[in-house]
Each structure stands twice: as structure tokens, then as C-alpha cells.
């Protein structure tokens, strides 16, 4: 008892992971693939997970933020093939349902090993006729001495089906509202204790990059970083923020971002590998 309480209280850092598992544990969109299938799933993503968080330091803590989950079950389960070892627990998943209000299957989970004061989800909300699809999950974890940290998991609109610049705009005006309104919660967030949270973590796949030309005018970034956010790529070069990986004529693309604020410093930064269950890459941060 004596070392847990000694880890929890004494931690100067903290890892951070981020990965859109694409549609897991399935790998298709609303349709269960075989039972084999989504076993074989489950163990790479365990594996790689369990791979990314070997690089833990002693006394580190962990966050880790998964997008594309169908489930609450599947997180568990997903939790419990990483192995007990981790200390990880499910925080908080989401639980979005579509227009028909079947439960949707692209939900956002998070995992720690650190007490978990508050956890919730929350859909976006509609301005004007700009709704954003799915919301947030959402974590406040207790860091002993070093504080509060809330976490938010996020998966904002994607760029499929977009055939006009109509329709590419009316995407990227989902992300930033989405975008917005994340910095509006965070102004005046505060523990069901009343006191304040000053390290705030935001997670996940955003469909946008500021890197592209692709999106020469889209707010989403730049309104988080002008609130007061750490982008954890930010100065990186290509070759190191290539989240979702080229193929053919297409380069490497970076739409999964780890946003942090609050915190003394970013350490350290890296990608998974390449892994099956999914066409991202995790991204990896350690800060302090």
C-alpha cells in the first residue's frame, strides 16, 4: 500500500497514447467480422499497445485515448488483453447513438492507471444548422501531489463523401465548432469538489491538419493552440508525424494529435509502428 501511494503521489510524468483503432474491433464498418477475426484484432492492438507502453519509465503514470471503439465491452476487453500488469483501467466510453438511436459503433474510450475522480460523455452541440457528428468522452483523474488532469477524447468529422467545396466547408465548420466549444468547457472546468484543473489533455483523431494544404483556412488547430494548447507536433518534421500512413500517390498524413496544457514540459514524442488493426498510427507523448 505504502509504494501505491508513494507512485501516485511522487509521479513527475505522465504517458500519454492516442489511436483510432478504425472501426474495432471488426475493421468494417457496422458489420461484425468473424469471431476469429476480431480475436486476431484484439491481440495485435493488445500487443501494440503493450509495446508502446513499454517505454514507461519508473514512476511514470498513463492516459491512453482509443477512437473507433465499438463498445464499452470491447474497451474492457481491449483493457484486459493489454494485461493486468499495466495497472489500466476503463475511465470512461462513450456511448453515442445514431439518428435511429442504435448505439453507434464508433465510440471514444479512455484507459489510466490513476484514480478516476469524474467521467462522462457528451455529444457536440447544434449552432445553426452546423451539428457535429459524436462528441466526447471525458476523464478527471486525480495525480496525488501533481494534481488534477482532465482528459478528453475526441473523433472529430471525417472528410469522406465530400464532393463540393459546399460540403468539404460545411465538414471543416463541424470540426471547428466542435473545436470551439471544447475550449469554452475548458475555461471553466472544476472538480465535483470545486477545485480547479489547470492540466487539461485533449486526444484523438481530428481529420484536419494544419501541416496540408488540403485545409488552407480551417480553424480546428488554431483555435486550440491560440486557448493556450501545446500541439505535441508542433516544429516536427514530416517523418515524424505521419499518423495515417501514405500509399501510392498519397503522403503521409497527420490527423491524430495530442493537445496538452498545463503541464512544465513535452519530453518525448513518437509513433507506433504500423499495425493491423488499423490504418493510424498511435501517437505517443510523455510530459510533465
Not at 457496422?30 to 501494440?48: C, K
Not at 507502453?53 to 493489454?82: K, Y
Not at 488534477?148 to 467545396?165: D, F
Request: net charge positive; glycine share 8%.
Amino acid at each position: 500500500m505504502c509504494a501505491f501511494l508513494c507512485s501516485v503521489l511522487c509521479f513527475a510524468e505522465l504517458l500519454v497514447g492516442s489511436w483510432n483503432l478504425r472501426w474495432f474491433p471488426s475493421g468494417r464498418a457496422e458489420h461484425r467480422a468473424p469471431v476469429p477475426v476480431e480475436e486476431r484484432a484484439m491481440d495485435d492492438a493488445a500487443a501494440a499497445i503493450r509495446e508502446g507502453i513499454a517505454r514507461r519509465r519508473p514512476g511514470d503514470h498513463m492516459v491512453l485515448f482509443f477512437q473507433e471503439l465499438r463498445s464499452e465491452e470491447v474497451c474492457s476487453n481491449l483493457v484486459a488483453r493489454i494485461g493486468a500488469t499495466s495497472g489500466l483501467k476503463v475511465a470512461s466510453v462513450s456511448a453515442f447513438r445514431m439518428w435511429d438511436r442504435r448505439l453507434g459503433w464508433q465510440q471514444n474510450g479512455i484507459a489510466t492507471d490513476l484514480p478516476v475522480l469524474d467521467a462522462n460523455f457528451s455529444y457536440w452541440r447544434r449552432s445553426k444548422k452546423i451539428l457535429p457528428p459524436r462528441g466526447y468522452a471525458y476523464a478527471l483523474l486525480d495525480a496525488g501531489e501533481e494534481g488534477l488532469v482532465a482528459c478528453y477524447c475526441v473523433h472529430l468529422k471525417s472528410n469522406y463523401g465530400a464532393k463540393t467545396p459546399e460540403e468539404k466547408r460545411e465538414n471543416e465548420e463541424k470540426r471547428e465548432l466542435a473545436a470551439s466549444q471544447l475550449v469554452d468547457i475548458t475555461k471553466k472546468i472544476r472538480a465535483p469538489d470545486g477545485r480547479r484543473v489547470t492540466r487539461i489533455i485533449i486526444a484523438g483523431d481530428f481529420n484536419t491538419s494544419p501541416f496540408d494544404g488540403a485545409f488552407p483556412n480551417e480553424k480546428t488547430v488554431p483555435m486550440l493552440v491560440d486557448a493556450g494548447y501545446v500541439n505535441c507536433f508542433a516544429g516536427a518534421p514530416p517523418s515524424e508525424r505521419g499518423t495515417c500512413p501514405g500509399h501510392g500517390r498519397f503522403p503521409d498524413s497527420t490527423f491524430d494529435y495530442i493537445f496538452h496544457r498545463g503541464f512544465e514540459s513535452q519530453l518525448e514524442r513518437w509513433l507506433s509502428p504500423p499495425s493491423k488493426p488499423s490504418d493510424h498510427r498511435a501517437v505517443w507523448l510523455r510530459v510533465k
